[in-house]
């Protein structure tokens, strides 16, 4: 894909280096004595950091135990019948071996912080998993067949393994 990049060069600018989308085109601002060398690395940079943002689209859900809990409604509605509803949901601190866990006999979730910065279509294949908790206790067929009514299921499990992999974590299980 080619982007247009204006480069701007600001006298007032000492080393602060910013840039951002206006529409198709990346505008970059930098300083105005920088070299030919430096503005190519910046453009380079600003690009890849720009484009990482734009494709991490965080979900909402991250904000609160609220947004979260909003969240599951939303997608119980959507893929589970309406047919699981939590009676709470939290954001937890960082758990040793699990991305989020339930408890169906209470019909509770937790989260782990470790979540809040996934794209929003992994935590939402999170949650589904949890809320079809909900209803299948047990990670049998009929529990797995709930969770691949979301159709990213298989996309978010292949994202977790990575993110697990390369963050040395051993998290590979939900609960
Ligand atoms: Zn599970």
């Known amino acids: 894909m080619s982007r247009k990049v204006e480069v701007r060069r600001s006298a007032r600018r000492k080393r602060t280096v910013s840039a951002y989308f206006d529409g198709d085109t990346m505008v970059v601002l930098i300083p105005a004595r920088m070299s030919s060398a430096e503005e190519e690395h910046w453009v380079a940079e600003m690009e890849r950091k720009l484009l990482r943002g734009k494709n991490r689209r965080v979900s909402?859900?991250?904000q609160s135990d609220e947004a979260l809990m909003q969240?599951?409604?939303e997608l119980s509605a959507q893929y589970l019948d309406g047919d699981a509803q939590p009676t709470s949901v939290r954001w937890v601190?960082?758990?040793?071996t699990r991305w989020a866990s339930c408890t169906p006999a209470?019909?509770?979730?937790?989260?782990?912080d470790r979540l809040r910065d996934v794209p929003a279509w992994v935590?939402?294949?999170?949650?589904?998993?949890e809320l079809a908790h909900l209803r299948v206790a047990a990670h049998n067929k009929?529990?797995?067949?709930?969770c691949a009514r979301y159709p990213k299921t298989e996309r978010a499990i292949g994202y977790l393994e990575g993110l697990s992999a390369a963050a040395g974590l051993g998290l590979t299980e939900l609960d």
């Open 123 to 129: 935590l939402d294949y999170i949650l589904v998993h």
């Open 93 to 96: 601190p960082p758990m040793r």
């Open 60 to 62: 909402p859900a991250r």
């Open 142 to 146: 009929e529990f797995w067949a709930l």
């Open 106 to 112: 209470e019909g509770t979730i937790r989260v782990s």
């Open 71 to 73: 969240r599951c409604r």
